[in-house]
DNA sequence: CACGGTTTCGTAAACGTTTACAAATTTTTT
DNA sequence: AAAAAATTTGTAAACGTTTACGAAACCGTG
């Protein structure tokens, strides 16, 4: 049916054996022949078959991407980082989306080791490693990555952006600062995102008040309805720092149809600066992370590693500054930029 | 390095022909080997190569996703149902972001055919075929679809959406309905949707004015800018379609932004329903597509296609019906919901 | 117990490449 | 002009499966 590497030999009067050597440029071919090949190889209209190819150098230039859900904004845009490394280098992408399902994070693994893809992305939802499946394949977590991973990893610092956000709105005035999470999928960037705030909270010798943390899901509603019975109990803080936007900007519309205003009666910052963030007319103040920037990263980390065949090396960490970005739901800027935190001690280094 | 079938031969003492069929639940092998081989096959943790078997089958149980841009949150939606869909037959997705250039769109269909997919998913940026790669590829059309595409495909239609759009506008009372749409990457669906707006018009007999009728991209700021200039030029229309949410969310902004109230100064409709239209702070009218059914019903039909063998029946085209959804950016629901515009008529049927 | 019919199994070829090795050809050296 | 060296080419094996075909083993029947 489709057009071989033999129709060419055939066609080029050569053994396929230098049609092959002639179409990969290897050295040892009449420069006579090559030509003849390559050109009898474009007026066929032939394309490689890289099934056969991946049979045989047991390479598939192939990479799967796990991701827990393509719909919340976040991860498309790390996605599109990855992707577009990914085919600047010559690898194509499978798109795994498991629902915030770690059952279907497993079945995903193992699929793709089917597939025989050279490594994997992983945007893992828990903070344990799966016994099961680490080191079934090269992998790169990225966003997240669960507590002593075996391999690398491209995140930020969200200890360091927790306390960024808790700060940011202690040192704007507010005597108390609530604090509302994601509990449901336990995620290592989510229990430190809570470290950093408590962290912050030590580092101004303030008490941290149980009722003003909360926890839910990352579904918008979920923020809404938490603001929404904390401020019917009048039992609400100053301030909230919100793990995630999504979340936060559900809380924003919980405030607003309480008939509150943000962020005169409750300050708001939210965590990831996703792009819905910056309307106008949500205005939500938030650490940003580099996302588009960290999907390449990861691919680049991935590809090297497969690449140069020491998958197995020391694995690197590579650890991201989250930054401040104030909008206006919290306060104007305070201008005090002191480094109070030290960065988080990174394992590894982190490149240019 | 990793266990083949013929590990599992030795092991159990067959064949490895046996050992396949086996696995594969083929007819002709004893109950009894059958147990043997598969409880091997489990002990040494097989995983049947999927490049081997997609070699001389000549299936790979892979697909092509091709898009414009995974970061607009549109995309993602239908890729949601495209991917669970995919999964669920056992196909697995590549992921291919072309940023809107026909250029990569052409590159990553050659890409895909050495890869050997068993088909694509294409929600493609012109409005014409690609000459080039039509028929290179078993293919099915999402969300839009080139005039005279020989592939399947599944869009809504787009005209009556427009239409819809515009009459409630009408309906609302409005003297002057203005348009803005995209034209940098002109789509069919971007056409027909300015075709349902002087559709509109022409059932109403009111004169469509051409200054109320603006072009720009696809992106938020571009929506604000063509707003506030018409403002500063007090040359402006009583409501506005815009062709896509996003647009729309831009121009929400740009009104508000000069002073002006959305709808009592300037009522709003958008187009596709993006997630972020429904927030509290937004309330953006628009129409609604379906976005991951016809994720699903793309992916439902192109393995249909594939499996049934005959991709080269006739080309089926499903036209799904857009929905109305009335905010608070134009104006209180008119109730009159009579029907004065046919379904556009569609070359195949919808399915159940 | 011979025989035809089933059922089970193994051998071999095929899928489209890459690549080690050897053969053939050309070029260089003496 | 022969020998040696270098270049170019072909043959064959390999990658891990599936599957057509035929051989072997088993079954029941007369």
Redesign the pocket.
């Known amino acids: ?2 057009v ?3 129709d060419i030999a055939e066609q080029a ?6 049609v ?2 002639a ?2 440029n290897k050295y ?6 090559r030509r003849r090949v390559l050109s009898v190889a474009k007026e066929l209209n ?1 394309r ?2 890289a099934i ?2 991946g ?4 390479r598939s230039f192939t990479l799967g991407l796990i991701l827990p859900d393509v719909t919340n904004p976040y991860f498309p845009a790390v996605a599109a980082g990855i992707e577009a490394g990914a085919q600047e280098r010559g690898y194509s992408v499978f798109l795994c989306n498991t629902n915030w399902d770690t059952r279907r994070e497993t079945n995903y693994i193992k699929l793709l080791s089917e597939r025989r893809v050279d490594g994997i992305i992983h945007a893992p939802v828990g903070n344990t490693l799966n016994e099961e499946t680490e080191g079934l394949l090269p992998t790169v977590y990225v966003s997240n990555a669960p507590k002593n991973a075996r391999q690398s990893s491209v995140i930020i610092d969200n200890i360091r952006g927790g306390y960024l956000a808790t700060k940011h709105l202690i040192d704007c005035g507010y005597e108390s600062v609530g604090f509302v999470g994601v509990s449901e999928h336990e995620t290592m960037a989510n229990n430190d995102r809570l470290e950093g705030y408590k962290t912050a909270f030590r580092r101004y010798g303030k008490e941290i008040k149980q009722d003003y943390i909360k926890f839910g899901d990352f579904r918008q509603e979920t923020g809404y309805k938490i603001i929404q019975t904390m401020i019917a109990d009048r039992s609400y803080p100053q301030a909230i720092f919100a793990e995630n936007d999504v979340l936060a900007i559900g809380i924003l519309h919980g405030i607003k149809d309480m008939g509150l205003r943000v962020p005169d009666d409750i300050a708001l910052i939210g965590f990831d600066d996703i792009s819905f963030s910056a309307y106008q007319e949500i205005q939500l103040s938030t650490i940003s992370q580099p996302k588009e920037r960290m999907g390449r990263l990861a691919v680049d980390l991935l590809i090297d590693e497969i690449e140069s065949g020491d998958a197995k090396a020391a694995p690197r960490r590579v650890i991201l500054e989250p930054e401040l970005i104030v909008r206006k739901s919290s306060c104007r800027s305070t201008g005090s930029d002191e480094e109070l935190l030290p960065r988080t001690e990174a394992g590894g280094s982190v490149p240019g």
């Open positions: 049916m489709n071989t590497i033999k009067r050569v053994s396929y054996a230098t092959s050597r179409l990969n040892g071919v009449d420069p006579e022949t032939y490689p078959n056969a190819r049979l045989v150098s047991n």
